[in-house]
Structure formats: structure tokens, C-alpha cells
């Protein structure tokens, strides 16, 4: 646009007026402001971006672990395998037994009355012992071998990781649980 208006003044500067002719006034042209460099200007400091990330469902701790868990699985699959004669006395023969629990061999034993069976069963369950002490005989021989006296099969197992048993999966214990219902599901089929 300057330069229309520098041309305009370059043309009209040409022309004489003439008698009679209308005064040309004269065209004022806007000076040139000097030019300035802009100020260094600091960017403006960013605060940190916060990224939240995306809430995902806690998972639950107990799933699998509950009673209804437990209630809704299917034990006792295979067979309890009799391994070895560890003991015969007048009144039962100890053997050494496995079975199957959750793809685990778990290891125990079984005291038979003598005599003609079927025998009621019992499970002679230990309570917690760390497995770095424990001796199966000589924990719980003492409650086996009465109940076999008195004419009941007893079978008492060692838990995952306790004796021979392989160790496993057993949070909150209740692998242990699990170890005791697949033994029941079998003796069912004695």
C-alpha cells in the first residue's frame, strides 16, 4: 500500500496546475516508523504435566481362596496309591500312600485295621508345623495308630511341601485345604 501511495506522489508531483484548474492538494504520506527488534522474551516456564493413569480394578485377593470357591470345585480325581509297608503290628499295617492334588503328588500314610474291612475312614489332619521340623511319624503315629486300634482306617497326609509332598501353590494355606478335600474325594471311593 506505501508504495501505491509513493506513486501516486511521484505522478501528481509531475503535473503543473494550471489557471483556472482546482487546487491539488498535496498528499501527506505517513513517514516510516523505524523499526524495533523485539525484546528477548522468556517462554513462559511450564508447570509439570501431571499424567493420572488409568484406574484399573483391584484384584481380589481371595478369588478362588473362598469357601463357595472351594465349594464349586471337583476333588478327589485318580486314585490313592499305597507306595510302601512302613510298619505291621497285631492290630493294623502303615503303608506309605500318595495321591494327586492340583497336579501336585502329596504323600501320607494309611493305617488298615487287621481283620475284614469296609472301615470308616478318618483323616488325621495336622495343624500348622514348619516344614523344616517336621516329622511325619512322629507327629501324628501316635493318633493314627489308636484310631486303627479301635477298628477306623486312618490316613494322615502331609501337605504340600511338608515330607516327600511337593510343594505348590498355597496362598492364605488354603493349598493345604485343597490338599485334604481332594484326599476325602478319593477316600470316598474306598
Known amino acids: 500500500m506505501a508504495r501505491f501511495y509513493l506513486v501516486l506522489a511521484i505522478f501528481l508531483a509531475g503535473c503543473t496546475a494550471t489557471q483556472g484548474a482546482m487546487p491539488v492538494q498535496s498528499l501527506r504520506i505517513p ?4 523499526f524495533s527488534a523485539p525484546a528477548a522474551v522468556e517462554p513462559p516456564t511450564l508447570a509439570p504435566r501431571v499424567v493420572f493413569p488409568t484406574p484399573t480394578p483391584t484384584p481380589d485377593p481371595y478369588a478362588g481362596l473362598t469357601i463357595d470357591d472351594l465349594a464349586e470345585r471337583t476333588y478327589g480325581e485318580g486314585e490313592i496309591q ?3 509297608v512302613l510298619q505291621v503290628t497285631a492290630a493294623f499295617t502303615r ?3 500318595s495321591y494327586e492334588s492340583d497336579g501336585l503328588t502329596v504323600f501320607g ?11 470308616p475312614v478318618v483323616l488325621v489332619n495336622h495343624g500348622y508345623v514348619e516344614p523344616s521340623v517336621y516329622r511325619t511319624l512322629t507327629y501324628t503315629t501316635r493318633y493314627a495308630d489308636a484310631l486303627a486300634r479301635a477298628g477306623f482306617l486312618a490316613i494322615h497326609p502331609n501337605y504340600r511341601g511338608y515330607g516327600l509332598s511337593e ?3 498355597n496362598e492364605f494355606r488354603v493349598g493345604f485345604t485343597v490338599d485334604v478335600l481332594n484326599l476325602a474325594g478319593l477316600v470316598r471311593r474306598l
Open 31 to 34: 513517514a516510516a516508523t523505524p
Open 82 to 84: 499305597t507306595l510302601d
Open 95 to 97: 503303608t506309605l500312600v
Open 109 to 119: 500314610f494309611m493305617n488298615v485295621p487287621a481283620g475284614q474291612g469296609p472301615f
Open 167 to 169: 510343594d505348590g501353590p
